[in-house]
Structures are given as structure tokens and as C-alpha cells.
């Protein structure tokens, strides 16, 4: 399996970026399609972003396509998500997650693998 650690949330105001990374150790890192998942306080957990095995395919939700960018680096275990142009609807925890679907996937079940999350808050 997989362990995955988030990384470089933080407090910042409306319309700045942030990065947030994604270390994985472990099997091999890119043997999974990863995603991003969010969840703000009182909602469920929604999707924000995935990433194919590759990198060579992306797919975000609505709320955030123009917005944010996810990439991956296989030879350094590690998955971004770039963040600009930052709302205060944006404020939630932001997870990582693992697939062991090709492209992966809009679904948080099926993601196998989850890290721990890192809290984004953006004030207006």
C-alpha cells in the first residue's frame, strides 16, 4: 500500500495562491491515479481535482477548473495542486488520495488510500 502526507496549507486571503503537495512513500507511487478531495465544515466531502498514473490526464470539478492545477512528479513521489485566484468557498481540508484505477476517478470510493489532510482557509 501507500502512505500519504499533505503539506503547505495555510491561512491566505481572497485571491492569493497556494500549493499544496502530496508525498507518498511506499509502493510504488506511480502505480496509483491520484486525486484531490476537499471538506468544509457541515459539507461532505467532495472532489476537486485527479490525475492519471502518467500525469497525461487531468479532470477537475467545475467549482475550480480554470482555477487550480494538479500535476504529479513520479521520480519524486509527489502530487501538487496549485491553487490561485483563491475564494473564501475554497476554506476546507484538503485531502490526497490514492486509485489504483488507471485514470482514476471522480468517486471518493474509490480511492483505497488517504492522507490526513491540510487545513486551506481563505478570508475574505
Known amino acids: 500500500q501507500v502512505q500519504l502526507v499533505e503539506s503547505g496549507g495555510g491561512l491566505v486571503q481572497a485571491g492569493d495562491s497556494l500549493r499544496l503537495s502530496c508525498a507518498a512513500s511506499?509502493?510504488?507511487?506511480?502505480?496509483?491515479?491520484m486525486g484531490w478531495f476537499r471538506q468544509a465544515p457541515g459539507k461532505e466531502r467532495e472532489f476537486v481535482a485527479g490525475?492519471?498514473?502518467?500525469?497525461?490526464?487531468?479532470y477537475y470539478a467545475d467549482s475550480v477548473k480554470g482555477r487550480f492545477t494538479i500535476s504529479r512528479d513520479n521520480a519524486k513521489n509527489t502530487m501538487y495542486l496549485q491553487m490561485n485566484s483563491l475564494k473564501p468557498e475554497d476554506t476546507a481540508v484538503y485531502y490526497c488520495?490514492?486509485?489504483?484505477?488507471?485514470?482514476?476517478?471522480?468517486?471518493?470510493?474509490?480511492?483505497?488510500?488517504w492522507g490526513q489532510g491540510t487545513q486551506v482557509t481563505v478570508s475574505s
Open positions: 488520495a490514492g486509485s489504483t484505477k488507471v485514470i482514476g476517478s471522480y468517486f471518493q470510493n474509490d480511492y483505497a488510500y
Open positions: 511506499g509502493r510504488t507511487f506511480s502505480r496509483y491515479a
Open positions: 490525475i492519471s498514473r502518467s500525469g497525461s490526464t487531468t
